[in-house]
């Protein structure tokens, strides 16, 4: 590309890093390719300059290249934007530390922690390159502005590029003040700019995993063309390369739906009432003597023995294969307040102590325990090739060696103070012992690194879901080691999984608008007014945990359910049976056993259907999602608001699949003719519904009832669309 011309990429410091971390070539074309469009291009806080990665994927590895790169090219001075946690602040500046060593021992650069400087800078330290970390805090960008302008006035003729790391609602961004009808800018997002007002000649780099508030933003509170929002676009945007280790939302959520790969072992459903349990201490409900076998916690000391037999697992391969054992760590994540911190920390001492206890008697419940534990794992163990398998018995001595020489620490983290004293020299928790478990809240959620993560028991259980925080809360996202992945299990409930599992399906969609150019269209965003008529609706007014996207083809049923019962249903059942044979005799047209049917009908069809059906505990079936994107994906064709309909009848299909997880596909593709294939053929301006009739028989897992079980399939023209079943107002 013609703008890598303009970069010199030999320079003492690129070159230094790129020999010290063997960058390969897509990251430093990702690396040179910022540099040149940061030297080429005006970048401001308005429009800044773009690096979008995934959670933990190797960011802060690829902006200090690009910092490298500044250096080399005539850039004075990095000022890094940390989110505002003295843990981050200490995290980056010893990765600074760590990454420059050579150039600081050589006098070419300083690193700075702004609330930390010396108390006069010779011009001597003033003439070299400077790196400064500041906290996206008013004092921490109040003291950089005295730094800059008052103290050290030479500085702010200097070229000075600006990295805001984990760059979201905390820093650019606009907040709508309905009343005014204006937009206004956050205090920080202020002070930034008006400190750069004071600069010669600077640069802006946003540095993110979750872009939503800045692509997403309106400029004006305008719609364009009738429904789409024109997002704030930045002056470039680029790709942070996804390394071959890197673990994400397409394990947990999408791998995770194929039976018998490794994935679909991940996912540990926890009941909503055990979450309760882990809010307060209730001696009526946890006596704590019985924790080994009490059945209303059985999930956190699943969790728990999983973590410990996990972790004895690899660590008895390691050991086969000549390797370090390495430390492992498991996060409790569910509350904010201290209180209840409190209470999970002396609840999981408890059953260390009651474990070791069982362990040094080998008493029958832990047998069991273990037993139940390792046969858990080992399921998804099998599945990698290459890998040594231990036996039950093998698994159990390693067990009970751990728990005899005390080998779990648990920790509560939920202050700066606690972070602080339990970080490492580079920043990040340290593992005290081959098993560590953290209990916290938002402190463990900030970009602290913690490493060999094999478990995650998650119940953040806001009102409302926004995707920044939910994706910052991932903590099992990163780079995982396919053999650590196979002993790791992801716990919270249905409810959470389902809202993680859209966010991700959004979050990946729009990832993909963005490779795509997208964010020089805009994304659609849809809700439902009191009328029932669709209208857009701003992109930072959306709740998370009520939000559908809609892109080519998707399919939306209901899944985890059982049927009423048969004198309840019949009929309903009947009901549907006669209208979808009066709309298979009137249909508009018909081809390839699909039938053109009018939207209200569909919906009729839909709105029977939900009467007959009862959605599980953290499952759901909303009858208004069905019909908005009904309307809103079938008024889309110019030909008129028609959806195709496909049906099958005596269908046997089971209720749950082998693993134990409910069915989620009636629907069969059958080598181009079954009914999906034809859905997916017919669905170009018109959406379908597959209509399936299914026997229901109780040795299926059903009540003995018939039933219908509807499909909507999306248009192949579907542009990346986000219905919000419902809006913060």
């Known amino acids: 590309m013609k703008t890598l011309e303009i970069v010199q990429t030999q320079g003492r410091f690129f070159q230094h ?3 010290k971390n063997d960058y390969t070539n897509e990251s430093n074309e990702c690396m040179i390719q910022t540099a040149a469009q940061l030297i080429d291009k005006k970048s401001s806080e308005n429009r800044p300059g773009m690096l979008l990665g995934k959670i933990q994927s190797g960011k802060t590895r690829t902006f200090i290249g690009v910092m490298g790169l500044a250096y080399d090219n005539g850039f004075d001075a990095v000022i890094i934007l940390t989110k505002g946690t003295n843990a981050l602040v200490k995290q980056t500046y010893a990765r600074l530390e760590e990454e420059f060593a050579e150039q600081i021992v050589d006098d070419r650069l300083r690193v700075y922690d702004i609330m930390s400087m010396p108390e006069r800078l010779r ?8 790196a400064f970390i500041v906290k996206k805090e008013t004092h921490n960008l109040d003291r950089l502005r005295e730094t800059l302008v008052d103290q050290y006035p030479s500085l702010s003729n200097k070229k000075i590029l600006f990295i805001d790391d984990e760059a979201d609602f905390a820093s650019v961004a606009y907040e709508y003040k309905w009343e005014q009808n204006i937009t206004k800018m956050r205090v920080i997002a202020s002070k930034i700019n008006e400190l750069r007002g004071c600069l010669q000649e600077s640069a802006f780099l946003q540095v993110t995993a979750t872009p939503y508030s800045l692509y997403l933003q309106p400029e004006e509170m305008t719609i364009h063309e009738g429904k789409v929002f024109e997002p704030i676009r930045p002056a ?3 790709l942070v390369p996804v390394h071959d280790r890197y673990i994400g939302g397409d394990m947990y959520f999408e791998k995770s739906q194929i039976a018998g790969h490794f994935a679909s072992y991940l996912y540990h459903e926890v009941a909503e009432k055990e979450l309760q349990v882990m809010k307060k201490m209730d001696g009526r409900r946890v006596k704590m003597d019985k924790l080994l076998k009490q059945k209303n916690i059985a999930n956190i000391r699943r969790a728990i ?12 391969q390691q050991r086969q294969a000549g390797m370090k054992q390495r430390k492992y760590s498991f996060i409790i994540h569910t509350e904010r307040g201290k209180n209840a911190h409190a209470w999970q920390g002396e609840l999981i001492r408890s059953f260390e102590d009651l474990l070791i206890e069982a362990a040094r008697e080998e008493s029958e419940v832990f047998h069991t325990l273990v037993q139940q534990s390792y046969q858990d794992l080992i399921r998804s163990v099998k599945t990698l090739n290459n890998v040594p398998v231990p036996s039950y018995i093998q698994v159990y001595l390693e067990v009970k060696l751990a728990l005899d020489q005390e080998y779990i620490v648990s920790s509560i983290v939920n202050s700066e103070k606690d972070v ?5 020299h580079s920043g990040q928790l340290q593992l005290r012992a081959p098993m560590n478990i953290f209990i916290g809240g938002q402190i463990l959620d900030r970009g602290v690194t913690i490493h060999n993560l094999i478990g995650f028991f998650y119940g953040r259980n806001p009102k409302t879901f926004q995707q920044d925080t939910v994706l910052q809360h991932s903590r099992m996202y990163g780079a995982r080691p396919l053999e650590d992945l196979a002993v790791t299990r992801f716990y919270t409930t249905q409810r959470i999984y389902s809202i993680m599992e859209r966010i991700h399906e959004f979050d990946a969609e729009l990832r993909r608008a963005f490779e795509c150019g997208g964010q020089e269209r805009g994304v659609v965003f849809i809700q439902k007014d009191l009328t029932s008529t669709i209208l857009p609706c701003s992109p930072n007014k959306i709740l998370l945990s009520s939000l559908t996207m809609l892109k080519p083809h998707k399919r939306l049923l209901p899944v985890g359910f059982q049927t009423g019962y048969k004198t309840h249903i019949q009929k309903t059942v009947r009901e549907i049976d006669r209208l979808i044979e009066n709309e298979l005799k009137n249909a508009r047209y018909h081809e390839e056993g699909a039938y053109l049917i009018p939207v209200e009908k569909a919906k009729e069809m839909i709105t029977l259907v939900h009467k007959t059906l009862e959605m599980e505990e953290g499952r759901e079936f909303n009858l208004d999602e069905y019909h908005s ?6 008024t889309e064709a110019k030909s008129g608001a028609y959806v195709w309909l496909i049906t099958r009848t005596r269908r046997e299909i089971q209720r749950f699949k082998e693993d134990g997880a409910f069915e989620n596909s009636p629907d069969t593709p059958g080598k181009g003719k079954g009914e999906l294939a034809i859905a997916r053929r017919k669905a170009k301006d018109h959406p379908a519904l597959i209509m399936l009739r299914q026997e229901g028989k109780k040795e299926h897992g059903w009540r003995g009832a018939e039933f219908w079980w509807p499909v909507v399939v999306a248009p192949s023209e579907t542009r990346p669309t986000v219905f919000a079943n419902k809006t913060v107002k």
Do not use: A, H, M, P
């Open 305 to 316: 023995v999983n973590f410990i037999v996990g972790s004895c697992i690899r660590r008895w």
């Open 123 to 130: 011009k001597y330290e003033l003439s070299q390159k400077l």
């Open 17 to 19: 890093l790129q020999y």
């Open 236 to 238: 470039f945007t680029e």
């Open 629 to 634: 994107v009904l309307d809103y994906l079938s």
């Open 420 to 424: 602080k004293e339990l970080l490492d």
